[in-house]
C-alpha cells in the first residue's frame, strides 16, 4: 500500500544566475516542476547566493516567480537568508574595500578569542551596510508581503500547513555571511548577541524547528559553533540546512540535548541549482523532503541534474 505524504519542502542553494549558460537554464527551472511528487512541496528553502557578484537580482526575481507559478505557491511559503555572494561593498567606501578587507580581516583574527568581537563592525555603516543591496531586493519580491524586518538579521519565520494548523515548523534565519569577504577558508559568524537576548516564546513549541544558513556549520568558527550548539539543545533543533559547497552532502552535528549525551543533528548541504559553463565541480541539483502521514520521521531524496538527458534523476550516490 502506497504512503500518503503529509507534506513536503523543497531546498534549493547557490542560483548565481548569470547569462552565459542561459539555454541549459532555461531548459533545467522547467523541469523542476516535472520531478515526480514535486506537487507535494508546500514551501522552498533557498539557502543563500541568490545571485552571482556582480550582477543584479532582476533575473533571480524572474526565476523565483517563475518557480512558484509552477509549483503553485506563494510568496509567503518561499523562506530566504543570504549568502557571501549576496555580501556587497561597503556603503560609500571609496577605498577599493580596503575598509571590509580591514574590518572582516580582524573579525576572523581574533572570533575564537573573543566570540563578540564582530559587534562593533556588524552595524549600519559597516558591515550591516553591505547587504543593502540584498535587504532591497527581498523587498521588492515580497512586497506587500514581505515579513523580513530586516533580512540581513537573524529572525524566526513559520511555516503551517494550509488544512491542518497543528502542523508546522519554525524555520530560524541565519546570516553566517556577515564577515564573508570572499577569502578562501575564512571563519563564518553568526550574530550570538542576537541570538543570545531571542525568547524560546517566539518559537511554537509544538512544532519541530529547523536552522538554515548559507555556509555548513563546520565552516563557522569554533566559537560560534559552540554557541550554535547549545542553541540547538535549548529549542530542540531538528535539522540544519546550507549550500555554499555546492555539493549534495551530510553531515552530523553532535549536541546534548537534555541528558541525552551524543545527541546529533543532520547539516544538510543543497548542490548548486544553476548551471554554469566550464563548471565540472558541481552537483547541480536540488533536494525534495518528504513527512509521511502517521511517519514520524522526514524522508531526503536529493535530486542532481543529467545534462545528457536534460532532467533531474534521484542522486542515488550522494547519501541516504
Not at 68 to 80: A, D, G, R, V, Y
Not at 166 to 190: P, S
Not at 297 to 307: F, M, Q
Amino acid at each position: 500500500m502506497s504512503r500518503k505524504v503529509k507534506y513536503a519542502w523543497l531546498q534549493i542553494s547557490d542560483l548565481h544566475i548569470f547569462g552565459d549558460s542561459v539555454t541549459e537554464w532555461n531548459t533545467l527551472k522547467k523541469e523542476i516542476s516535472q520531478v515526480k511528487g514535486i506537487e507535494d512541496v508546500r514551501f522552498i528553502l533557498i539557502t543563500g547566493d541568490l545571485h552571482q557578484y556582480g550582477h543584479g537580482y532582476e533575473e533571480t526575481i524572474k526565476f523565483l516567480e517563475f518557480l512558484l507559478n509552477q509549483l503553485h505557491l506563494e510568496k509567503k511559503s518561499l523562506f530566504i537568508v543570504p549568502g557571501n555572494h549576496d555580501s556587497g561593498s561597503l556603503p560609500d567606501d571609496d577605498s577599493k574595500s580596503s575598509n571590509k578587507n580591514a574590518y572582516t580581516s580582524l573579525i576572523r583574527s581574533e572570533i575564537e578569542k573573543n566570540p563578540d568581537i564582530y559587534q562593533d563592525y556588524f552595524v549600519e555603516k559597516k558591515l550591516v551596510g553591505c547587504f543593502r543591496e540584498f535587504n532591497e531586493f527581498v523587498r521588492k519580491f515580497y512586497g506587500d508581503e514581505n515579513s523580513y524586518d530586516k533580512p540581513e538579521q537573524v529572525c524566526v519565520q513559520k511555516w503551517c500547513h494550509e488544512s491542518d494548523f497543528n502542523t508546522g515548523i519554525n524555520i530560524v534565519h541565519l546570516n553566517t555571511a556577515i564577515a564573508c569577504n570572499n577569502v578562501k577558508g575564512e571563519k563564518c559568524i553568526i550574530d550570538i548577541n542576537s541570538l543570545s537576548r531571542w525568547d524560546k516564546n517566539m518559537l511554537n513549541n509544538n512544532w519541530p524547528t529547523i536552522i538554515i544558513a548559507h555556509h555548513p556549520f563546520w565552516r563557522l568558527a569554533v566559537s560560534h559553533q559552540n554557541f550554535l550548539k547549545r542553541l540547538c539543545s535549548n529549542w530542540n533543533v531538528k535539522a540544519y540546512f546550507c549550500g555554499d559547497e555546492h555539493k549534495q552532502m551530510i553531515d552530523e552535528i553532535n549536541i546534548s540535548i537534555g541528558n541525552k549525551l551524543g545527541t546529533s543533528i543532520p547539516c544538510i548541504v543543497c548542490g548548486k541549482i544553476s548551471p554554469e559553463n566550464g563548471d565540472t565541480y558541481s552537483d547541480i541539483g536540488m533536494t525534495i523532503f518528504r513527512k509521511y502521514e502517521a511517519a514520524s520521521t522526514v524522508e531526503i531524496d536529493p535530486y542532481i541534474w543529467n545534462k545528457e538527458k536534460k532532467c533531474f534523476q534521484p542522486y542515488v550516490d550522494a547519501y541516504i
